[in-house]
């Protein structure tokens, strides 16, 4: 106690001279107060980290684990636990996260110039091309060179989401409301749209939501006539599925294992590798297992404590 805060074991015995509440940083002393109680009626022990003011006056990060002790009434009699100085640590963490924005600031920068030298590039070849009139074989090279360009700006694009993986705190999702906003963004004219996760909630990467883009743009891209698109979810030994699936032409079986390789693909061949690489923060996986002529079939497995059903009213 004295290494940690500066004050003796017995200044704070019994709040002697002071309590140890009354060192905790006053704008951090509701949400432990919050946080304590919280678990202490639910009878769970709590762990969490805020800041104190030691004797000399300087702010420390502290971490603490701690539970409450109970008596045959079930009332709370003591509360016992560790707390430790995590101060190191999160100098430590700051200075990565500095580290970090500044390793990110020159390939946005890169990034930006690239995107306004392609704009132009894109400007000039439609201009030549009109230019070039009936010209067959002219016209045919500014169209593949057209083209080419539409995949170095989608290249650009998934960098960036690439870039972006990680540097945000997994929040809880709803998967239904979040699924039909992509639905919606991505305009699927013709295909009937099948949502039966009711209120199931994932903690994930806040770039869930471009996973489900980039699996609806594989059916969009690669499925043939498809005419439905369904989401549901199931319990399989204490793990929620979630699936994905169409009634498209499916993916032949030469390409299943391949798929969320980088680099495969007709397209950019980034879609489904950054899809997996998303999931992947909070530890979900995800699987193709459909059948070749009847449609493509993906599992999205999410372990147990990483997903909940919250009964919301609407």
Sequence with gaps: MHDLTGYAPEDLIQNRTLSFASLIVAEDRPRVN?????????????????????RSGRVRWVWEQGRGLFNNQGELVALEGYITDSSDRKRTEEALRQANKKLHLLPGITRHDINNQLTMLMGFLDLAKEAAGNHGPVCRYIGKGRKISDTIQQLIDMTQDYENIGQKEPTWQNMGDMFAVVVERRQLSGMMVEVETGDLEVFADPLLERVFFNLLDNTWRHGG???????????????MVVIYEDDGEGIPV????????????KNTGLGL?????ILSITGITITENGEPGVGAWFEITVSDGAYRVVHVVR
């Design 254 to 265: 030469a390409e299943k294992y391949h798929i969320f390789e980088r680099g495969f693909g």
């Design 225 to 239: 006539q498809v005419s439905r698109i369904r989401l549901s979810c199931t319990v399989q030994e204490k793990k």
């Design 34 to 54: 919050d946080m304590v109680q919280h678990e202490i009626t639910r009878f769970q022990p709590f762990q969490l980290e805020y800041r104190i003011t030691d």
């Design 273 to 277: 590798f950054l899809s997996r690489e």
